[in-house]
């Protein structure tokens, strides 16, 4: 028999599976087995309006389930915390009755959580927290789920990974691929932007990878990869996607064992909280329903795979110029196309040449056709000629360019491909177009017309994703597990195959739904990008000799950001600065950089546009409703508040008064403010 089965198993790559001992998951022991059934009936049982109310450490005690009526994040979680406050305080009298004379309703608690003294019940107290309903996200999430599986399976195989891993981003986002946290984690496997460029995704100001489906996989594939390969232990490598690797290589060599029961038991890391110490379980909940789906969800029907083919763009060519040689409209190319920024519908950027653009599904001969008829296209500034440069000083902007070269500032922009006309920066290039090209300028301007749908969309329900923790005490402290990371509009391509009770759009055509979301979103775009501001960045060059500049580091900058956008090797910029392969930087510090005057300007416009894209992308998706002080203590530090927090650090930046600097330590007592962030259309 053996000699059968091992020639076949060779014919499968899906068999690499089953046969190598570093792609299999450890079975659940009993302890970690409680964490699993009760995420499972998180996932199954009760939905976003309502919650458990449990013990954060015993998992199997629930001491009751709540219906929330309420409409919004803010009232749930108002409405979840009374209840919260209900049994603590029936905790907190059992215990100064020390069990004697008891109501029912303290009876009924003593029962539930199988208390046997008065301290028992003293330190369950601060244990209860109550854990919103996922089962209406996981139902949308799974419907998701099964356009990309199918090809996350054949990825996965290749880099002989679990099988069950293909499940995971039911955790980090139930396979939405708008999906972007307040940090910045964006697409189905929530990627920051430094975490995706070490495992090859790309990232310009019209273009966001991460946002990719298909190319973000083989990123995660990488990553899980790497983390097993570091660890070897599949459980915390998987924990280590969420947590880091680096942290649960440190809890690994605290705790002395690999048993991710022990970890949770015994490592009391300070950002190891209740997220982190569920992560894994929640995973395995959501691959246990995932393989037997119809047992939980008997209305569920699998939907057919997301097919398209692929073509690469030939030349640089603007949103306006593929809609008309492609004949798509703009929601199709939006959904064929997820890793294309909303910046390039608004304005005539261009997409880069070798862009992988994706289409409906076609033919090979069709293929052909198209690639010559975009080859065949001319760049909108093709042969255009540059009257004069001008370089930006303070106080500059373009209406007084415009003036000073007597040129409209409409066509500057479309000229320079100036994505956002309020954020020119001193040392910014401009250069002034030819008298004879205005006409072939103002021909460039995108002009996307309105879908008006033919029939009056049917009201759509918006499903909210809460925060799994809904106490006000720890409204803002971590992530919680199953909770998907939200966005601003929601997605809408995948409910073209599906209709059932559950749907979040109701009979009507789909293409009309979609053309109202097309519209919200545009709204969104527009409103986001007035509140982009680069004010409080210190991207001031200063030159030092001829072609010797000195910047200061900003957040969210690495070396090889400097070297992507001077076209540079890391190698030189390590040189310069003495730095070797182990050298951190941090914000705030100074380094030298070598650059040709072309090398400068492209520097400072890819430094600023990078800014802005992270800015844009935030404010597409939450809005800061106000702040809340917060006084410094012994052993903080200002990750440690920026996490717990869950504030990026270039706007937790803004709200702080003119004396605080990113590389200062920071002194107990000192009074800080902190952003009150609030999901839009909440």
């Given at each position: 028999?053996t000699?059968?089965?091992?020639?076949?198993?060779?014919?499968?790559s899906?068999?690499a599976w089953?046969?190598?001992?570093?792609?299999?998951?450890?079975?659940?022991?009993?302890?970690?087995?409680?964490?699993?059934?009760?995420w499972?009936?998180?996932?199954?049982?009760?939905d976003?309006?309502?919650?458990?109310?449990?013990?954060?450490?015993?998992?199997?005690?629930?001491?009751?389930?709540?219906?929330?009526?309420?409409?919004?994040?803010?009232?749930?979680?108002?409405?979840?915390?009374?209840?919260?406050?209900?049994?603590?305080?029936?905790?907190?009298?059992?215990?100064?009755?020390?069990?004697?004379?008891?109501?029912?309703?303290?009876?009924?608690?003593?029962?539930?959580?199988?208390?046997?003294?008065?301290?028992?019940?003293?330190?369950?107290?601060?244990?209860?927290?109550?854990?919103?309903?996922?089962?209406?996200?996981?139902?949308?999430?799974?419907?998701?789920?099964?356009?990309?599986?199918?090809?996350?399976?054949?990825?996965?195989?290749?880099?002989?990974?679990?099988?069950?891993?293909?499940?995971?981003?039911?955790?980090?986002?139930?396979?939405?691929?708008?999906?972007?946290?307040?940090?910045g984690?964006?697409?189905?496997?929530?990627?920051?932007?430094?975490?995706?460029?070490?495992?090859?995704?790309?990232?310009?100001?019209?273009?966001d990878?991460?946002?990719?489906?298909f190319?973000?996989?083989?990123?995660?594939?990488?990553?899980?990869?790497?983390?097993?390969?570091?660890?070897?232990?599949?459980?915390?490598?998987?924990?280590?996607?969420?947590?880091?690797?680096?942290?649960?290589?440190r809890?690994?060599?605290?705790?002395?064992?690999?048993?991710?029961?022990?970890?949770?038991?015994?490592?009391?890391?300070?950002?190891?909280?209740?997220?982190?110490?569920?992560?894994y379980?929640?995973?395995?909940?959501?691959?246990?329903?995932?393989?037997?789906?119809?047992?939980?969800?008997?209305?569920?029907?699998?939907?057919?795979?997301?097919t398209?083919?692929?073509?690469?763009?030939?030349?640089?060519?603007?949103v306006?110029?593929?809609?008309?040689?492609?004949?798509?409209?703009p929601?199709?190319?939006?959904?064929?196309?997820?890793?294309?920024?909303?910046?390039?519908?608004?304005?005539?950027?261009?997409?880069?040449?070798?862009?992988d653009?994706?289409?409906?599904?076609?033919?090979?001969?069709?293929?052909?056709?198209?690639?010559?008829?975009?080859?065949?296209?001319?760049?909108?500034?093709?042969?255009?000629?540059?009257?004069?440069?001008?370089?930006i000083?303070?106080?500059?902007?373009?209406?007084?360019?415009?003036?000073?070269?007597?040129?409209?500032?409409?066509?500057?922009?479309?000229?320079?491909?100036?994505?956002?006309?309020?954020?020119?920066y001193?040392?910014?290039?401009?250069?002034?177009?030819?008298?004879?090209?205005?006409?072939?300028?103002?021909?460039?301007?995108p002009?996307?017309?309105?879908?008006?749908?033919?029939?009056k969309?049917?009201?759509?329900?918006?499903?909210?994703?809460?925060?799994?923790?809904?106490?006000?005490?720890?409204?803002?402290?971590?992530?919680?597990?199953?909770?998907?990371?939200?966005?601003?509009?929601?997605?809408s391509?995948?409910?073209?195959?599906?209709?059932?009770?559950?749907?979040?759009?109701?009979?009507?055509?789909?293409?009309?739904?979609?053309?109202?979301?097309?519209?919200?979103?545009?709204?969104?775009?527009?409103?986001?990008?007035?509140?982009?501001?680069?004010d409080?960045?210190?991207?001031?060059?200063?030159?030092l000799?001829?072609?010797?500049?000195?910047?200061?580091?900003?957040t969210?900058?690495?070396?090889?950001?400097?070297?992507?956008?001077?076209?540079?090797?890391?190698?030189?910029?390590?040189?310069?600065n003495?730095?070797?392969?182990r050298?951190?930087?941090?914000p705030?510090?100074?380094?030298?950089?070598?650059?040709?005057?072309?090398?400068?300007?492209?520097?400072?416009?890819?430094?600023?546009?990078?800014?802005?894209?992270?800015?844009?992308?935030?404010y597409?998706?939450?809005?800061?409703?106000?702040?809340t002080?917060?006084?410094?203590?012994?052993?903080?530090?200002l990750?440690?508040?920026?996490?717990?927090?869950?504030?990026?650090?270039?706007?937790f930046?803004?709200?702080?008064d003119?004396?605080?600097?990113?590389?200062?330590d920071?002194?107990?007592?000192?009074?800080?403010?902190?952003?009150?962030?609030?999901?839009?259309?909440?």
């Open positions: 028999m000699k059968i089965i091992i020639p076949i198993c060779l014919l499968f899906f068999c089953s046969l190598s001992e570093d792609s299999r998951l450890p079975d659940i022991d009993e302890r970690f087995r409680k964490r699993v059934d009760f499972k009936k998180v996932y199954t049982e009760i976003s309006k309502s919650a458990f109310i449990h013990d954060k450490e015993d998992l199997t005690i629930i001491y009751k389930k709540v219906k929330l009526k309420a409409n919004n994040y803010r009232q749930r979680s108002r409405s979840a915390y009374k209840e919260v406050k209900k049994v603590r305080r029936l905790l907190r009298s059992i215990y100064k009755k020390r069990m004697k004379n008891l109501t029912q309703a303290e009876k009924e608690i003593v029962k539930i959580a199988g208390l046997k003294t008065a301290t028992d019940a003293r330190r369950a107290i601060n244990r209860v927290r109550s854990q919103y309903g996922l089962k209406d996200n996981y139902f949308i999430g799974l419907k998701r789920s099964h356009r990309y599986l199918d090809y996350i399976k054949k990825v996965f195989a290749q880099y002989n990974l679990p099988k069950e891993l293909i499940y995971l981003p039911h955790v980090e986002s139930s396979f939405n691929y708008r999906a972007y946290s307040k940090v984690a964006a697409g189905i496997w929530q990627f920051m932007r430094s975490t995706g460029r070490m495992f090859g995704l790309k990232f310009t100001y019209v273009i990878e991460r946002r990719d489906p190319k973000a996989t083989v990123a995660a594939a990488k990553l899980l990869r790497s983390n097993y390969d570091r660890i070897k232990n599949w459980p915390l490598a998987i924990t280590g996607y969420n947590h880091g690797i680096r942290s649960m290589e809890a690994l060599k605290k705790v002395g064992s690999g048993e991710i029961a022990d970890i949770i038991e015994k490592y009391d890391g300070r950002r190891f909280g209740f997220a982190s110490k569920n992560f379980a929640t995973f395995i909940a959501t691959v246990e329903i995932s393989q037997d789906p119809s047992r939980y969800f008997p209305e569920f029907k699998k939907p057919e795979p997301f398209y083919s692929s073509i690469p763009l030939p030349k640089s060519l603007t306006k110029q593929i809609l008309k040689a492609t004949r798509l409209n929601n199709d190319l939006k959904l064929y196309n997820p890793a294309i920024r909303s910046i390039a519908y608004r304005t005539s950027l261009q997409i880069p040449k070798g862009y653009l994706q289409l409906p599904s076609i033919g090979e001969e069709e293929k052909k056709n198209l690639l010559a008829k975009l080859e065949a296209l001319e760049s909108f500034t093709a042969g255009m000629r540059t009257a004069a440069v001008h370089k000083r303070k106080g500059d902007n373009l209406y007084i360019v415009s003036k000073m070269y007597q040129v409209p500032m409409h066509d500057i922009i479309v000229f320079n491909q100036i994505a956002n006309p309020s954020r020119i001193p040392g910014m290039k401009i250069k002034i177009p030819g008298s004879q090209d205005m006409k072939k300028l103002k021909a460039a301007e002009k996307v017309a309105k879908v008006e749908p033919q029939i969309p049917a009201p759509v329900k918006k499903v909210k994703t809460p925060p799994a923790s809904s106490e006000e005490t720890e409204l803002r402290k971590e992530k919680e597990p199953g909770t998907m990371a939200k966005v601003g509009p929601k997605i391509w995948f409910e073209k195959l599906f209709k059932s009770d559950e749907e979040i759009i109701a009979e009507t055509p789909i293409e009309k739904v979609e053309a109202a979301e097309a519209e919200e979103e545009s709204q969104s775009v527009e409103k986001a990008s007035k509140l982009v501001s680069l409080n960045y210190h991207l001031d060059i200063k030159n000799s001829e072609d010797l500049y000195e910047i200061q580091i900003e969210d900058e690495t070396l090889g950001h400097y070297a992507d956008w001077a076209v540079i090797r890391i190698s030189n910029i390590r040189r310069d003495r730095l070797n392969t050298s951190i930087i941090r705030g510090q100074e380094l030298k950089l070598r650059l040709t005057p072309e090398q400068y300007q492209a520097f400072v416009s890819k430094r600023a546009e990078y800014h802005m894209s992270i800015q844009e992308d935030f597409q998706a939450y809005r800061v409703t106000g702040t002080p917060y006084r410094v203590r012994r052993g903080d530090t990750n440690q508040i920026l996490q717990v927090n869950e504030v990026p650090m270039w706007l930046r803004k709200y702080q003119e004396k605080f600097k990113i590389t200062n920071l002194i107990v007592g000192q009074n800080l403010t902190v952003p009150t962030i609030q999901i839009i259309n909440e």
